[in-house]
């Protein structure tokens, strides 16, 4: 009942910048937290960055000063920034949601993208 797609990855050199995009739809009532998420085959996804409806931000360590996320929840969609790319960037992103479903019945979950590549070189 709820799809998310990501969309905005590809491949830039090191200092580059990139914006990923995602939208969920479907039988949404309302969408608590967004964020992104990152994974290297092999390696433990590891959460990006979180964007709370009510508006507090948290990002990883690793990206703090360089990445920005936001939300536009008219259209239940979050916005990653990329600034100043790195190769230890290069990783699959998913988005993240955690969805108030209306239908078939009303619940709450979480939902994930399928994942877009994004690829840093030196």
């Known amino acids: 009942q709820v799809q998310l797609v990501e969309s905005g990855g590809g491949s830039v050199q090191s200092g580059r910048s990139l914006r990923l995009s995602c939208v969920a739809s479907?039988?949404?009532?309302?969408?608590?937290?967004m964020g992104w998420f990152r994974q290297v085959s092999g390696k433990r996804r590891e959460l990006v960055a979180v964007?709370?409806?009510?508006?507090?931000?948290r990002y990883a360590d690793a990206v703090k000063g360089r990445f920005t996320i936001s939300r536009d929840n008219s259209k239940f969609a979050v916005y990653l920034q990329m600034e100043n790319l790195k190769p230890e960037d290069t990783a699959v992103y998913y988005c993240?949601?955690?969805?108030?479903?209306?239908?078939?019945?009303?619940?709450?979950?979480?939902?994930w993208g399928p994942g877009i590549q994004v690829t840093v070189s030196s």
């Open positions: 964007a709370a409806r009510g508006g507090i931000l």
């Open positions: 993240t949601a955690d969805v108030s479903v209306k239908a078939p019945y009303v619940h709450r979950d979480d939902y």
């Open positions: 479907g039988s949404i009532y309302d969408i608590a937290d």
